[in-house]
C-alpha cells in the first residue's frame, strides 16, 4: 500500500482536522542534539536545529485556563464551520467534494478508560463518548450519524438509506468526524494520539483580540516542533534518519474571554527534509491546506436529551454496509480491504473510455494483454502518493504486454486529471470519467487497484500496493 501514516500536503486536504488523522510524532530533539536511535553508519553530519523558544506568561495562562474548561464539560453543543486555507490555486480543485462546510455537534462526555477506545492501526478514535453529527450543507446535508454506546448508526435521509455497526466503522466515523474541533479531542484525551510523546513546544504568544460569533477572544499562536513518520513505522525505518522529516505546526486559536472556550482554531504546517517528495509523490514546495475550524453557537453543559443518541430510522429506508469515503489512509491491516461488486476470477467488466489524448479505449481491445487499472483522484493523497509507482512500472513493463491505467473517478473538476498529468509530466494512460466502470465494481475507497489477466478476468484486487508487490502480481498474471 502507498502507507503514509503523515501530515502529507495532499492527505491533509481529507483528514487534517480529524481527531481519525494517520499521525505519528516523536519529540524533537534538543536544539543541536544527534538522534541516538540512528546507527552510527547512517548519521553522516547531523545538522544541528536553530529555533529560538519564546513562551509567553500571559498567553500560557489563558491556554491552560481553556484546557481545563474543555475537561470539566460534561456535554456541549455546538455548529462547526470547516475552511481549507491554501495559498496554492491546486488545492482547492483536490479537495475531496462537500470536504468544507458546517456541521452540528452533539456532544455528551463519557469518563472511560484508554482500552474503551477502538483502535485503527496506529489511532484511536473517541467511540465511547456519545456524538451527535448532523450535516448542515454539502452532498450530505441532512445526513445524521450517532456514535453511542460503542455503536454506530448513519442515516442519509438524501439517499433514504441507513448503516450501522460498531468499531470497525471507526474509520467512517473518523472522516465523518473531520470537521469535529481537534481542540475537544486532544486537550481531553491525557494521552494523544502521539505514541512517543508530545512534540516539542517552541514558541505561545498573544497575538491580539478578534470578535468571534459576538464575542470577544484572545488569539493565541503556539508553534510545536517533532518528528514526522513518513514510512511504514517499523522498527528498521524508523530508525534510518532518512525516513524521518521534521515538521513545525502553528496552531492559531481563538479563545472567547465570555468562557474561556476556543471558537476558532487554524492549523499551518511545514515540514523540512520530505522523504515522501521523491517516494510518495508529494510535491516539492507544495503548500499544505491550512484547516480553519470556526465554532458557532457553542453552549457548554446544555440540557441534552439522550433520546437524540438513539434515533429511529425511518420507514422505508435501506439499509446497506458503510461507504467507505473516497479516501483512503493506511496499509494492509490498517484500512477495510475491498468487498466490491467483482471477485476474482469474475470476468472484467468491459468498458469504453476516452483517454487523455481523445481516444476511446475498450477492455476488448486489450485482451491478451495484462491490464493494471487504478482507480484515483485528484484531491485523494494516497492516490497521488502512489502515481510515481504507477509511472514505474509503465516504464518497467513496456513492450511486456502490459497496460498500466489510471481510472480518473470521483472528480469534481473534469480537467483536473488532465491538469495534473500534464503537470507531473506522467506518461502512463489514464482513463477519463471512471464513474460508472467504479459503479461497476463497486468501488467505494480510493485508490483502489484492479489487475485483469490476459483472458479478461480478474486477477487481483487491492486497495494498494507497493512497487514490489504490484510487479510480482503482475509477473504472476503474465506468466499464465
Not at 501514516?5 to 488523522?21: D, G, K, N
Not at 538522534?35 to 495562562?61: C, F, H, L
Not at 493506511?330 to 483517454?355: C, R
Not at 518497467?396 to 500534464?422: H, P, R
Request: aromatic share 6%.
Amino acid at each position: 500500500m502507498f502507507k503514509i501514516h503523515t501530515l502529507a500536503v495532499i492527505a491533509l486536504c481529507a483528514i487534517a482536522t480529524s481527531p481519525l488523522r494517520a499521525q505519528q510524532y516523536v519529540p524533537a530533539q534538543p536544539i543541536g542534539a544527534a538522534d541516538s536511535s540512528v546507527p552510527a553508519s547512517k548519521k553522516g553530519a547531523q545538522p544541528k536545529r536553530s529555533v529560538e523558544r519564546t513562551i509567553d506568561a500571559d498567553a500560557k495562562a489563558i491556554y491552560d485556563k481553556a484546557i481545563a474548561a474543555t475537561k470539566a464539560a460534561k456535554s456541549l453543543e455546538f455548529t462547526a464551520d470547516l475552511s481549507m486555507i491554501s495559498d496554492d490555486p491546486d488545492v482547492k480543485t483536490m479537495q475531496p467534494p462537500g470536504l468544507e462546510g458546517k456541521t452540528k455537534f452533539t456532544v455528551q462526555f463519557i469518563d472511560s478508560k484508554p482500552d474503551a477506545r477502538a483502535p485503527v492501526g496506529a489511532m484511536d478514535l473517541p467511540l465511547s463518548d456519545s456524538i451527535r453529527i448532523e450535516r448542515l450543507d454539502g452532498p450530505n446535508k441532512d445526513s445524521i450519524m450517532v456514535i453511542h454506546a460503542g455503536r454506530v448508526l448513519h442515516i442519509n435521509n438524501f439517499k433514504r438509506t441507513y448503516s450501522e455497526g460498531g468499531a470497525k466503522y471507526a474509520m467512517l466515523v473518523g472522516m465523518a468526524m473531520r470537521m469535529y474541533p481537534e481542540w475537544i479531542h486532544s486537550w481531553r484525551d491525557s494521552s494523544p494520539n502521539m505514541p512517543d510523546g508530545q512534540p516539542e513546544l517552541i514558541s505561545m504568544k498573544l497575538t491580539g483580540t478578534t470578535l468571534i460569533d459576538g464575542l470577544e477572544c484572545d488569539v493565541i499562536k503556539k508553534v510545536v516542533m517533532g518528528v514526522n513518520m513518513m514510512q511504514d513505522g517499523d522498527e528498521d525505518v524508523v530508525k534510518n534518519s532518512d525516513a524521518k522529516s521534521t515538521v513545525m505546526i502553528t496552531e492559531t486559536i481563538a479563545i472567547a474571554r465570555f468562557d474561556g472556550l476556543p471558537r476558532q482554531q487554524m492549523y499551518k504546517f511545514q515540514m523540512s527534509n520530505q522523504p515522501g517528495d521523491a517516494a510518495d509523490g508529494v510535491a516539492t514546495g507544495s503548500s499544505p491546506p491550512n484547516p480553519t475550524i470556526t465554532v458557532l453557537g457553542l453552549k457548554a453543559d446544555p440540557k441534552i436529551d439522550n433520546a437524540i443518541f438513539l434515533p429511529k430510522v425511518p420507514e422505508g429506508f435501506t439499509k446497506i454496509e458503510p461507504e467507505v469515503p473516497g479516501f483512503v489512509m493506511g496499509g494492509a491491516g490498517d484500512a477495510p480491504q475491498p468487498k466490491l461488486a467483482i471477485k476474482v476470477g469474475d470476468p472484467a467488466p468491459d468498458f469504453t473510455l476516452t483517454s487523455l489524448d481523445g481516444k476511446q479505449v475498450t477492455l476488448a481491445s486489450l485482451r491478451g494483454k495484462v491490464v493494471l487499472l487504478d482507480f484515483w483522484a485528484t484531491w485523494c493523497g494516497p492516490c497521488r502518493a502512489g502515481m510515481p509507482t504507477m509511472e514505474k512500472l509503465h516504464n518497467a513493463y513496456q513492450g511486456k504486454n502490459v497496460v498500466i491505467l489510471g481510472v480518473n473517478t470521483f472528480e469534481k473538476n473534469a480537467d483536473a486529471a488532465k491538469s495534473y498529468f500534464a503537470k507531473k509530466k506522467f506518461t502512463y494512460g489514464c482513463l477519463l470519467n471512471g464513474d460508472d466502470l467504479a459503479k461497476a465494481y463497486g468501488v467505494s475507497g480510493i485508490p483502489t487497484l484492479v489487475i485483469i489477466d490476459k483472458e479478461g478476468k480478474v486477477a487481483k484486487i487491492e486497495m494498494g500496493l507497493n512497487d514490489a508487490g504490484l510487479r510480482k502480481l503482475i509477473d504472476e498474471a503474465l506468466a499464465q
